[in-house]
């Protein structure tokens, strides 16, 4: 929102501003107000009047939040603790936080995680996906499918095996499936580039590149192909440093999916490599079919894949 408000044209020379309060509780909705456009229903209670109060205690252009609002949030974004304020109109001082922007962790699961609680009656599917990275690391590369209702746990069990790898000498790639990016190409692969480099909001375009070229030197030394088509994908300019491809779209996306192939490669012939993929349901169409190449590949590779998905999507 405050991305979209400051875009807007004010009619003056100064650009609009706007600030959020967020508090989270039950209201009572009540009888509808006003006339026209203006019509609205009537919603009482403690937890508006907090919102408003909070809306009131931010500066222009940042998101404020009570500290339920935060405590249900997790690790999903960063803030910075503003302390415990006296609040007009609330009996008791409020914690408040600002929300500085979306976090690093790709996971929901990991970042709505209070505490990690024993994993019961699952040994049978996680001496599987034990004995299965065993043969990955020898070479006979596996892919294994865990299929499940919501909340049945498929992450957990995912989680569970990462954990038990411990210290062990490996390297791990994690792609989270979006059901708000379903429709947008490699996303799964542009967020977990992202979180591998590292990049930070404040980051300049050259300081994205070199963080880029860095994560894929782990895999290839020869990236006078891989930086510019990836780089592409996350929307880096390369400037000098990589002369743009003279591609079609088409050969461009072809060429995209096999350098993404090209660094699994890479890394596996390094390491062993698990590569975990969460909620294939939502993927996208490119998404598939760059998981239907890996797939193709993983059999002669140190690679362990591990896919989680719901009842209703039909793996190919």
Not at 33 to 47: M, P, S, Y
Not at 151 to 163: D, V
Not at 225 to 252: C, F, H, M, W
Request: aromatic share 4%; hydrophobic share 45%.
């Amino acid at each position: 929102m405050i991305e979209a408000v400051a875009k807007l044209d004010a009619g003056s020379a100064t650009s609009l501003q706007v600030r959020v309060g967020i508090a989270t509780g039950l209201v009572v909705v009540g009888d509808l107000l006003g006339e026209g456009t203006a019509r609205e229903q009537a919603v009482i209670g403690e937890t508006p009047n907090l919102a408003a109060r909070l809306q009131g205690l931010a500066e222009p252009n940042t998101v404020v939040i009570a500290d339920n609002t935060r405590r249900m949030l997790g690790s999903l974004f960063d803030y910075r603790d503003l302390g415990t304020l006296p609040i007009a109109g609330i009996d008791y001082p409020v914690h408040v936080w600002r929300v500085l922007g979306a976090s690093l962790v790709g996971s929901r699961f990991e970042a709505l995680r209070v505490a990690s609680t024993p994993l019961i009656g699952r040994e049978e599917e996680v001496a599987l996906l034990t004995r299965r990275w065993e043969r990955a690391k020898a070479g006979d590369g596996s892919v294994v499918l865990i299929v499940g209702e919501p909340g049945i746990g498929k992450s957990r069990i995912a989680q569970t095996m990462l954990e038990q790898l411990g210290n062990e000498p490996h390297t791990r790639l994690r792609f989270f499936c979006s059901p708000h990016h379903q429709h947008s190409a490699l996303y799964p692969s542009i967020a977990q580039l992202e979180q591998a480099a590292g990049f930070r909001r404040e980051d300049t375009a050259e300081t994205r590149l070199d963080k880029l070229v860095t994560v894929l030197a782990l895999a290839s030394k020869e990236l006078s192909e891989a930086v510019p088509l990836l780089a592409d994908l996350l929307s880096i300019p390369t400037g000098d440093r990589y002369p743009p491809l003279n591609l079609t779209p088409q050969k461009r996306k072809e060429k995209t999916l096999h350098v993404q192939v090209a660094q699994v490669e890479g890394l596996a012939a390094r390491q062993p490599l698990l590569m975990l993929w969460e909620d294939i349901h939502w993927s996208d169409p490119t998404t598939l079919e760059s998981l239907d190449l890996l797939i193709d590949r993983a059999a002669t590779l140190r690679v362990l894949m591990i896919l989680t998905f719901r009842p209703e999507f039909t793996p190919p």
